[in-house]
Each structure stands twice: as structure tokens, then as C-alpha cells.
């Protein structure tokens, strides 16, 4: 992972630290991820649009418990007259809501396979924080017609991460992701729960 700015925000015991693209890919090294109760519940969110990680124009924490991610796919090089541009934008409030907006500037339609690989580690803020990677207890994901159910038990204890979309999502136990086709200058827009 190149080195990058981190971004965060808060609400409550809720708070979200994320690279400057939005992404998040937690590693002993890099403590990302979505955390509320002094437990992680995202531990990798990362967006792309066929295949393609985003680079980051800009980015802009509007208030300490909301931000927006400008994004453009492909290299540095391709910043200048970019056919399509991507804003993320994100807040926390005791749960966590990401708006996902896709706009197609060339003259042309384009096809779009937008996916959100996700994951939970589950991990508590000692965990964290002493960089224990191996959790005891068993990790699952079930995908089922309108959500993504990540989940995590050791005994009586149990967490859930459970993630949702506004728009029709082909979900799986590795994320979800949606088949987006854009005329020339249209937009398309979703909006995330967790």
C-alpha cells in the first residue's frame, strides 16, 4: 500500500480512519478501519471501478464527523480531463453511511463494474493497538439478497457488521458489487449502510 494521508472522523464512541481515497485496509502497521464500542467492524473497505483502484484528487473532512473523497481511476497522469470522476461521501452518527457518486464526463456511454470489497476483523482497540492479528473465535460472511452479514463469535460473545445499499447490489462473502451503465455527462449515485 503506497504511503498516504489518513482521514478521520467521529461521532460518540463511533469513528472511522481511512486513507485518503476513503479505502480502508487494515494491517498491523496501518490501524484503519471502521470502529464503534472499542471494537473494529470494518477492517477493509475498498472500492474500484473495473478492477481499478482510485487515486485521490482532493479530499475534505466537512465537519469532525463527515468527509468527501474526489477520486479519479487510473494514473496521476490521467487527473487532466478525466472521463469519469467519483465522490465519496461519508459520515458516522452511531453507525456508519457512505454515498457512492459516479459521473461520466466523456461524450461517449460507458459500462461500469463498481465493486466494494469488504472484511471485519472483529478486533478490539487492544488488539488493535498491540498489533495481534490472530483472534480466537470464528469469523463468517453470509451473503444474502439485500445485505452483507459479516460476523464474528467466541462463545456467548457476538458481533455483527451489516452492510446494505440503496441500489440493487449482487452481494457475495467478499463484498458486493453493481453493473453501472452511464450515458454521456449522467451520473449514478448509491447509498451504504453499516
Keep these: 500500500?503506497?504511503?498516504?494521508?489518513?482521514?478521520?472522523?467521529?461521532?460518540?464512541?463511533?469513528?472511522?480512519?481511512?486513507e485518503d481515497t476513503g479505502d480502508i485496509e487494515a494491517t498491523p502497521s496501518e490501524p484503519t478501519g471502521m470502529f464503534s464500542l472499542d471494537t473494529r467492524f470494518l477492517s477493509r473497505?475498498?472500492?474500484?471501478?473495473?478492477?481499478?483502484?482510485?487515486?485521490?484528487?482532493?479530499y475534505d473532512d466537512l465537519q469532525y464527523y463527515e468527509a468527501r473523497f474526489f477520486l479519479v481511476p487510473g494514473m496521476a497522469t490521467h487527473?487532466?480531463?478525466?472521463?469519469?470522476?467519483?465522490?465519496?461521501k461519508r459520515a458516522v452518527g452511531?453507525?456508519?453511511?457512505?454515498?457512492?457518486?459516479?459521473?461520466?464526463?466523456d461524450e461517449k456511454p460507458v459500462d461500469l463494474e463498481v465493486?466494494?470489497?469488504?472484511?471485519?476483523?472483529f478486533a478490539?482497540?487492544?488488539?488493535?493497538?498491540?498489533?495481534?492479528?490472530?483472534?480466537?473465535?470464528e469469523k463468517y460472511a453470509e451473503a444474502e439478497a439485500d445485505r452483507l452479514r459479516l460476523g464474528y463469535h467466541r462463545g456467548n460473545?457476538?458481533?455483527?457488521?451489516?452492510?446494505?445499499?440503496?441500489?440493487?447490489?449482487?452481494y457475495?462473502?467478499?463484498?458486493?458489487?453493481?453493473?453501472?451503465?452511464?450515458?454521456?455527462?449522467?451520473?449514478?449515485?448509491?447509498?451504504?449502510?453499516?
Design 79 to 88: 487527473y487532466v480531463d478525466a472521463k469519469l470522476s467519483i465522490v465519496r
Design 172 to 194: 457475495d462473502r467478499n463484498g458486493f458489487a453493481f453493473t453501472v451503465h452511464l450515458e454521456p455527462n449522467e451520473q449514478w449515485s448509491t447509498e451504504i449502510d453499516v
Design 94 to 105: 452511531g453507525s456508519f453511511h457512505e454515498q457512492v457518486t459516479i459521473l461520466n464526463h
Design 124 to 137: 478490539d482497540l487492544f488488539q488493535v493497538k498491540d498489533e495481534i492479528v490472530n483472534k480466537k473465535g
Design 115 to 121: 465493486r466494494m470489497d469488504v472484511d471485519s476483523d
Design 45 to 58: 473497505w475498498v472500492l474500484t471501478i473495473n478492477g481499478e483502484r482510485l487515486n485521490t484528487l482532493s
Design 157 to 170: 460473545f457476538r458481533r455483527e457488521t451489516i452492510i446494505s445499499c440503496s441500489r440493487t447490489a449482487r
Design 1 to 18: 500500500m503506497p504511503q498516504s494521508n489518513t482521514v478521520r472522523i467521529l461521532d460518540g464512541s463511533t469513528f472511522v480512519v481511512s
